[in-house]
């Protein structure tokens, strides 16, 4: 007697990353500062490559609390605009705050999943960026087949994503203790995550598949600095909302021997009084 292998519950895993995100929505907002060094020199490298400049109108996709949306409203100035989306509007509230605060009228944010972005009713766009968000779709060529639709012909399409979770140790070395001692099994074919693009081929591949011309690929070295492993395992237990579905079956005991045999292994990356976790990021851009 054969029995079929489960299959990913596309569906569930939104309804579950939304809620994720819902609650991790002030966290990821209150550690904005880190994320602009960490992932700030990477994002300005994905603006560039997608000629986001002085009145360009962009389309930033799974933007989160909006640091790197305000990154890219400054510099599309007064005559640019911004529209920031995402699948939680918790987190969009940051967003929008943090466009107040910062003075800039050219941003508005639209709640949508981003395999749904044909449902924008919206002028086309000169670029869409995602920032650390193409990995997480279920459907990672819809969400770029939406993307496309919403560009301008000759507009570009640039998505940042993890590398391998060989050079993302800040990030693979957690995922896999908890895998382990939740006994977790492999990911399920097509299951989206932080690694599911993690290489140049695949980029090409998925973004050529989309109808994507003249694509580029860089690698982007991008370390996690901060005081110290404990500081860094803070960062991940109050923003990386996965990893807490992961353990959702551990008890509270369990979790935390996890927490602490993550924290272990994290201390190899520290010196002299600080952490530095090795990631490598990797930034494709393609053409209408």
């Known amino acids: ?23 991790a929505a002030e966290a990821w907002h209150r550690w904005g ?3 602009n060094r960490w992932l700030g020199p990477a994002t300005e490298t994905m603006l560039d490559m997608c000629d986001v400049q002085q009145g360009s109108r962009v389309l930033d996709v799974a933007a989160g609390a909006g640091e790197q949306t305000i990154t890219t409203a400054r510099r599309v100035g007064e005559q640019g605009y911004v529209l920031a989306t995402d699948i939680s509007p918790e987190i969009l ?4 705050n943090a466009a107040q ?9 639209c709640a949508i999943d981003g395999e749904c972005l044909d449902e924008l009713k919206a002028n086309p766009f000169d670029a869409v960026i995602s920032r650390v968000g193409l990995i997480y779709f279920p459907d990672q060529q819809k969400a770029l087949q939406g993307m496309k639709q919403q560009l301008k012909t000759g507009g570009k399409i640039g998505a940042m994503v993890y590398s391998t979770a060989e050079a993302n140790p800040f990030f693979s070395i957690p995922v896999s203790i908890i895998r ?3 006994n977790l099994p492999a990911p399920l074919p097509g299951q989206p995550g932080p690694f599911s693009l993690g290489s140049a081929d695949i ?20 370390p996690v600095r901060v005081g110290s492993a404990a500081e860094c395992l803070q960062f991940e237990q ?11 079956a551990m008890s509270d005991a369990e979790k935390d021997e996890t927490w ?5 292994a994290l201390r190899q990356f520290e010196s002299n009084g600080q952490f530095e976790g090795p990631c490598e990021m990797l930034v494709a851009v393609g053409v209408k």
């Open 1 to 23: 007697m054969t029995t079929n292998p489960p299959k990913f519950d596309a569906e569930q895993y939104k309804q579950t990353t939304l809620q994720q995100w819902n609650s």
């Open 180 to 182: 382990r001692r939740a």
């Open 93 to 96: 509230k940051y967003a929008s």
């Open 33 to 35: 500062p880190l994320l």
């Open 101 to 109: 605060l910062a003075g800039l009228n050219n941003i508005e944010v």
């Open 238 to 248: 109050e923003s990386f909302g996965a990893l807490h579905q992961m353990m959702a």
């Open 260 to 264: 602490q045999e993550i924290e272990e």
């Open 203 to 222: 980029l090409i591949d998925i973004f050529s598949r989309a109808g994507l011309r003249d694509i580029e690929v860089v690698a982007i070295d991008a």
